[in-house]
């Protein structure tokens, strides 16, 4: 397979990862790590467990400092800004997290609000922000949940107020860390539709780690197998999926 | 044992580096006025009935204890000024600060742990909140604050309880007994135990937002991080007091 740029129609880039390495102690887990996602694109990024897909993914946002290698985001190299600017880069990243990560000791609304309170000037929100966190829960179906815990939530529902609190800020770029794990295939499916739905309304651009090869299918329009640290095979679903390389192979027959 | 000495010196390093960025966050805008008075009211509020108990319990126990000693000696009208001097100088401060230590810093640990191993404290880095200036700097300037109010308030019901003892046992009336107690109080009883209050709260939100804040290994190190919060800031707690007794006795030579 070749280690190319990611070969599309659609336009500029969004992320690009030139040469990434990071490791923790002896654990090398990043050797080398490149990535191109374009504007509009879906790139998905499979992997097994421990093949540095989450601490990549983590090096987008800052959350990770890597050991060298250049991350562009929206045409700023993350490396050479500050905090500040980070946090204003943010704004146009939004990060749907494994475990959804919604603030436990804030309902549904607090949630959603949390993203907005330093940035409702730039965003244009005024004082009353229901109106746009009901759109957005709206957006995934689950108006009625505004004065709900987390707690009171079931895993899926949780899922879809993760991504609604992604999308309340409206970001150019939305990475996705295993949207559909611990979820069971039904709500899995509804959490894949949504994504799709996202991308077709607002026009974002998504960078996908997932284990599901389902979710890889649908959502994708290139994917990179990611091995050791290192990009081992990338093309397109249907490129990778009749792979005859062992590796390739058994990643999808599992 | 070299270990142990290393680890000793590491984790002395780490609390130093992570007090320093608590200062340093705490000076610069933005503020998080809000989140500080919502601590201010979760931990001095709902500390208030153990604090007053324990208070209460320590007063009644104190008097009961010294009063045998004091009779044989002829001395029991010494009762309310040996009884106020050392609730107001030691016991109160000391004891208000070990459970607050029990109660809060355990707290703060499991609850910053818990949102560090479930990506909480990611959600909100990638979203432009800095979680430092939020959950950290928040907590630790409502312990600081909120602790003095605690000790004064467990000083007045250890001294209630000791002086209705007396009054059921020796027939004391409460006016003579807090008269003769506010006699005896001077202002090098009041200033050092009222600086030490707050240099105890300063460490039991230190320590526990320091264990919460950098919890590894899941939800086990959720447990762990509440129970070393609590070990730690207990002997944290001992050498403080021990260095403001050496430095009070410098200035007021006791």
New interface residues.
């Given amino acids: 397979m070749k280690l190319s740029e990611e070969k599309s129609d659609y336009g500029k880039s969004v992320i690009e990862i030139k040469d990434l390495r990071k490791s923790f102690g002896d654990n090398h887990v990043l050797n080398g790590f490149n990535l191109t996602l374009k504007e509009g694109g879906n790139l998905v990024i499979m992997g097994k467990s421990g093949s540095g897909k989450s601490v990549m993914i983590k090096c987008i946002v800052g959350l990770v400092a890597p050991d060298s290698g250049s991350v562009k985001i929206l045409g700023k190299e993350i490396n050479n800004l500050n905090r500040k600017a980070m946090d204003e880069l943010r704004l146009d990243i939004g990060f749907l997290f494994q475990g959804s990560a919604l603030y436990d000791s804030m309902t549904v609304r607090e949630n959603l609000e949390f993203p907005m309170r330093r940035h409702k000037k730039k965003l244009g929100v005024g004082k009353d922000t229901k109106p746009l966190v009901l759109e957005a829960l709206e957006n995934v179906g689950l108006a009625h949940t505004i004065d709900l815990m987390p707690s009171e939530l079931s895993g899926g529902m949780k899922r879809r107020v993760a991504l609604a609190r992604t999308l309340i800020l409206k970001p150019k770029v939305i990475l996705y860390d295993e949207p559909t794990s611990g979820l069971d295939p039904i709500t899995s499916k509804e959490i894949i539709e949504l994504m799709h739905n996202v991308q077709k309304r607002y026009g974002t651009s998504s960078l996908i780690i997932t284990h599901d090869v389902d979710c890889a299918r649908v959502i994708s329009d290139r994917m990179i197998l990611l091995v050791d640290g290192i990009n081992y095979a990338e093309g397109t679903y249907a490129e990778l999926s009749k792979s005859t390389d062992p590796k390739v192979e058994a990643f999808f027959k599992n | 044992m070299i270990n142990r000495i290393k680890q000793f010196f590491i984790e002395t390093g780490d609390l130093s580096y992570f007090a320093a960025r608590f200062f340093k966050e705490a000076l610069k805008p933005?503020f998080e006025f809000k989140e500080l008075l919502r601590q201010c009211y979760q931990m001095g509020n709902r500390s208030l009935f153990l604090v007053g108990i324990t208070g209460f319990i320590i007063g009644l126990v104190l008097t009961l204890q010294s009063r045998p000693t004091l009779i044989q000696f002829g001395a029991v009208s010494w009762m309310p000024n040996m009884v106020g001097i050392s609730i107001v100088r030691e016991v109160g401060p000391v004891i208000t600060a070990l459970i607050c230590a029990g109660r809060i810093a355990s707290g703060i640990g499991a609850?910053l742990g818990?949102?560090r191993v479930?990506?909480?404290i990611?959600?909100?880095?990638?979203?432009?909140?800095?979680p430092f200036k939020y959950l950290v700097v928040t907590r630790i300037l409502a312990t600081t604050l909120m602790l003095p109010l605690l000790v004064v308030f467990g000083d007045l019901l250890a001294l209630f309880g000791s002086a209705l003892l007396e009054n059921i046992k020796g027939g004391v009336s409460f006016q003579l007994y807090f008269n003769t107690v506010f006699n005896a109080l001077s202002f090098s009883d009041l200033v050092p135990a009222t600086i030490k209050s707050f240099f105890f709260g300063f460490i039991i939100g230190l320590v526990g937002s320091y264990k919460g804040y950098y919890c590894k290994k899941g939800t086990a190190g959720v447990g762990v991080a509440a129970n070393t919060a609590v070990v730690m800031a207990s002997l944290l707690l001992f050498l403080v007091d021990f260095i403001a007794v050496i430095i009070t006795d410098i200035f007021y030579e006791l």
């Fill in positions: 933005p609850e818990s949102m479930t990506e909480q990611d959600a909100m880095e990638v979203s432009g909140t800095n």
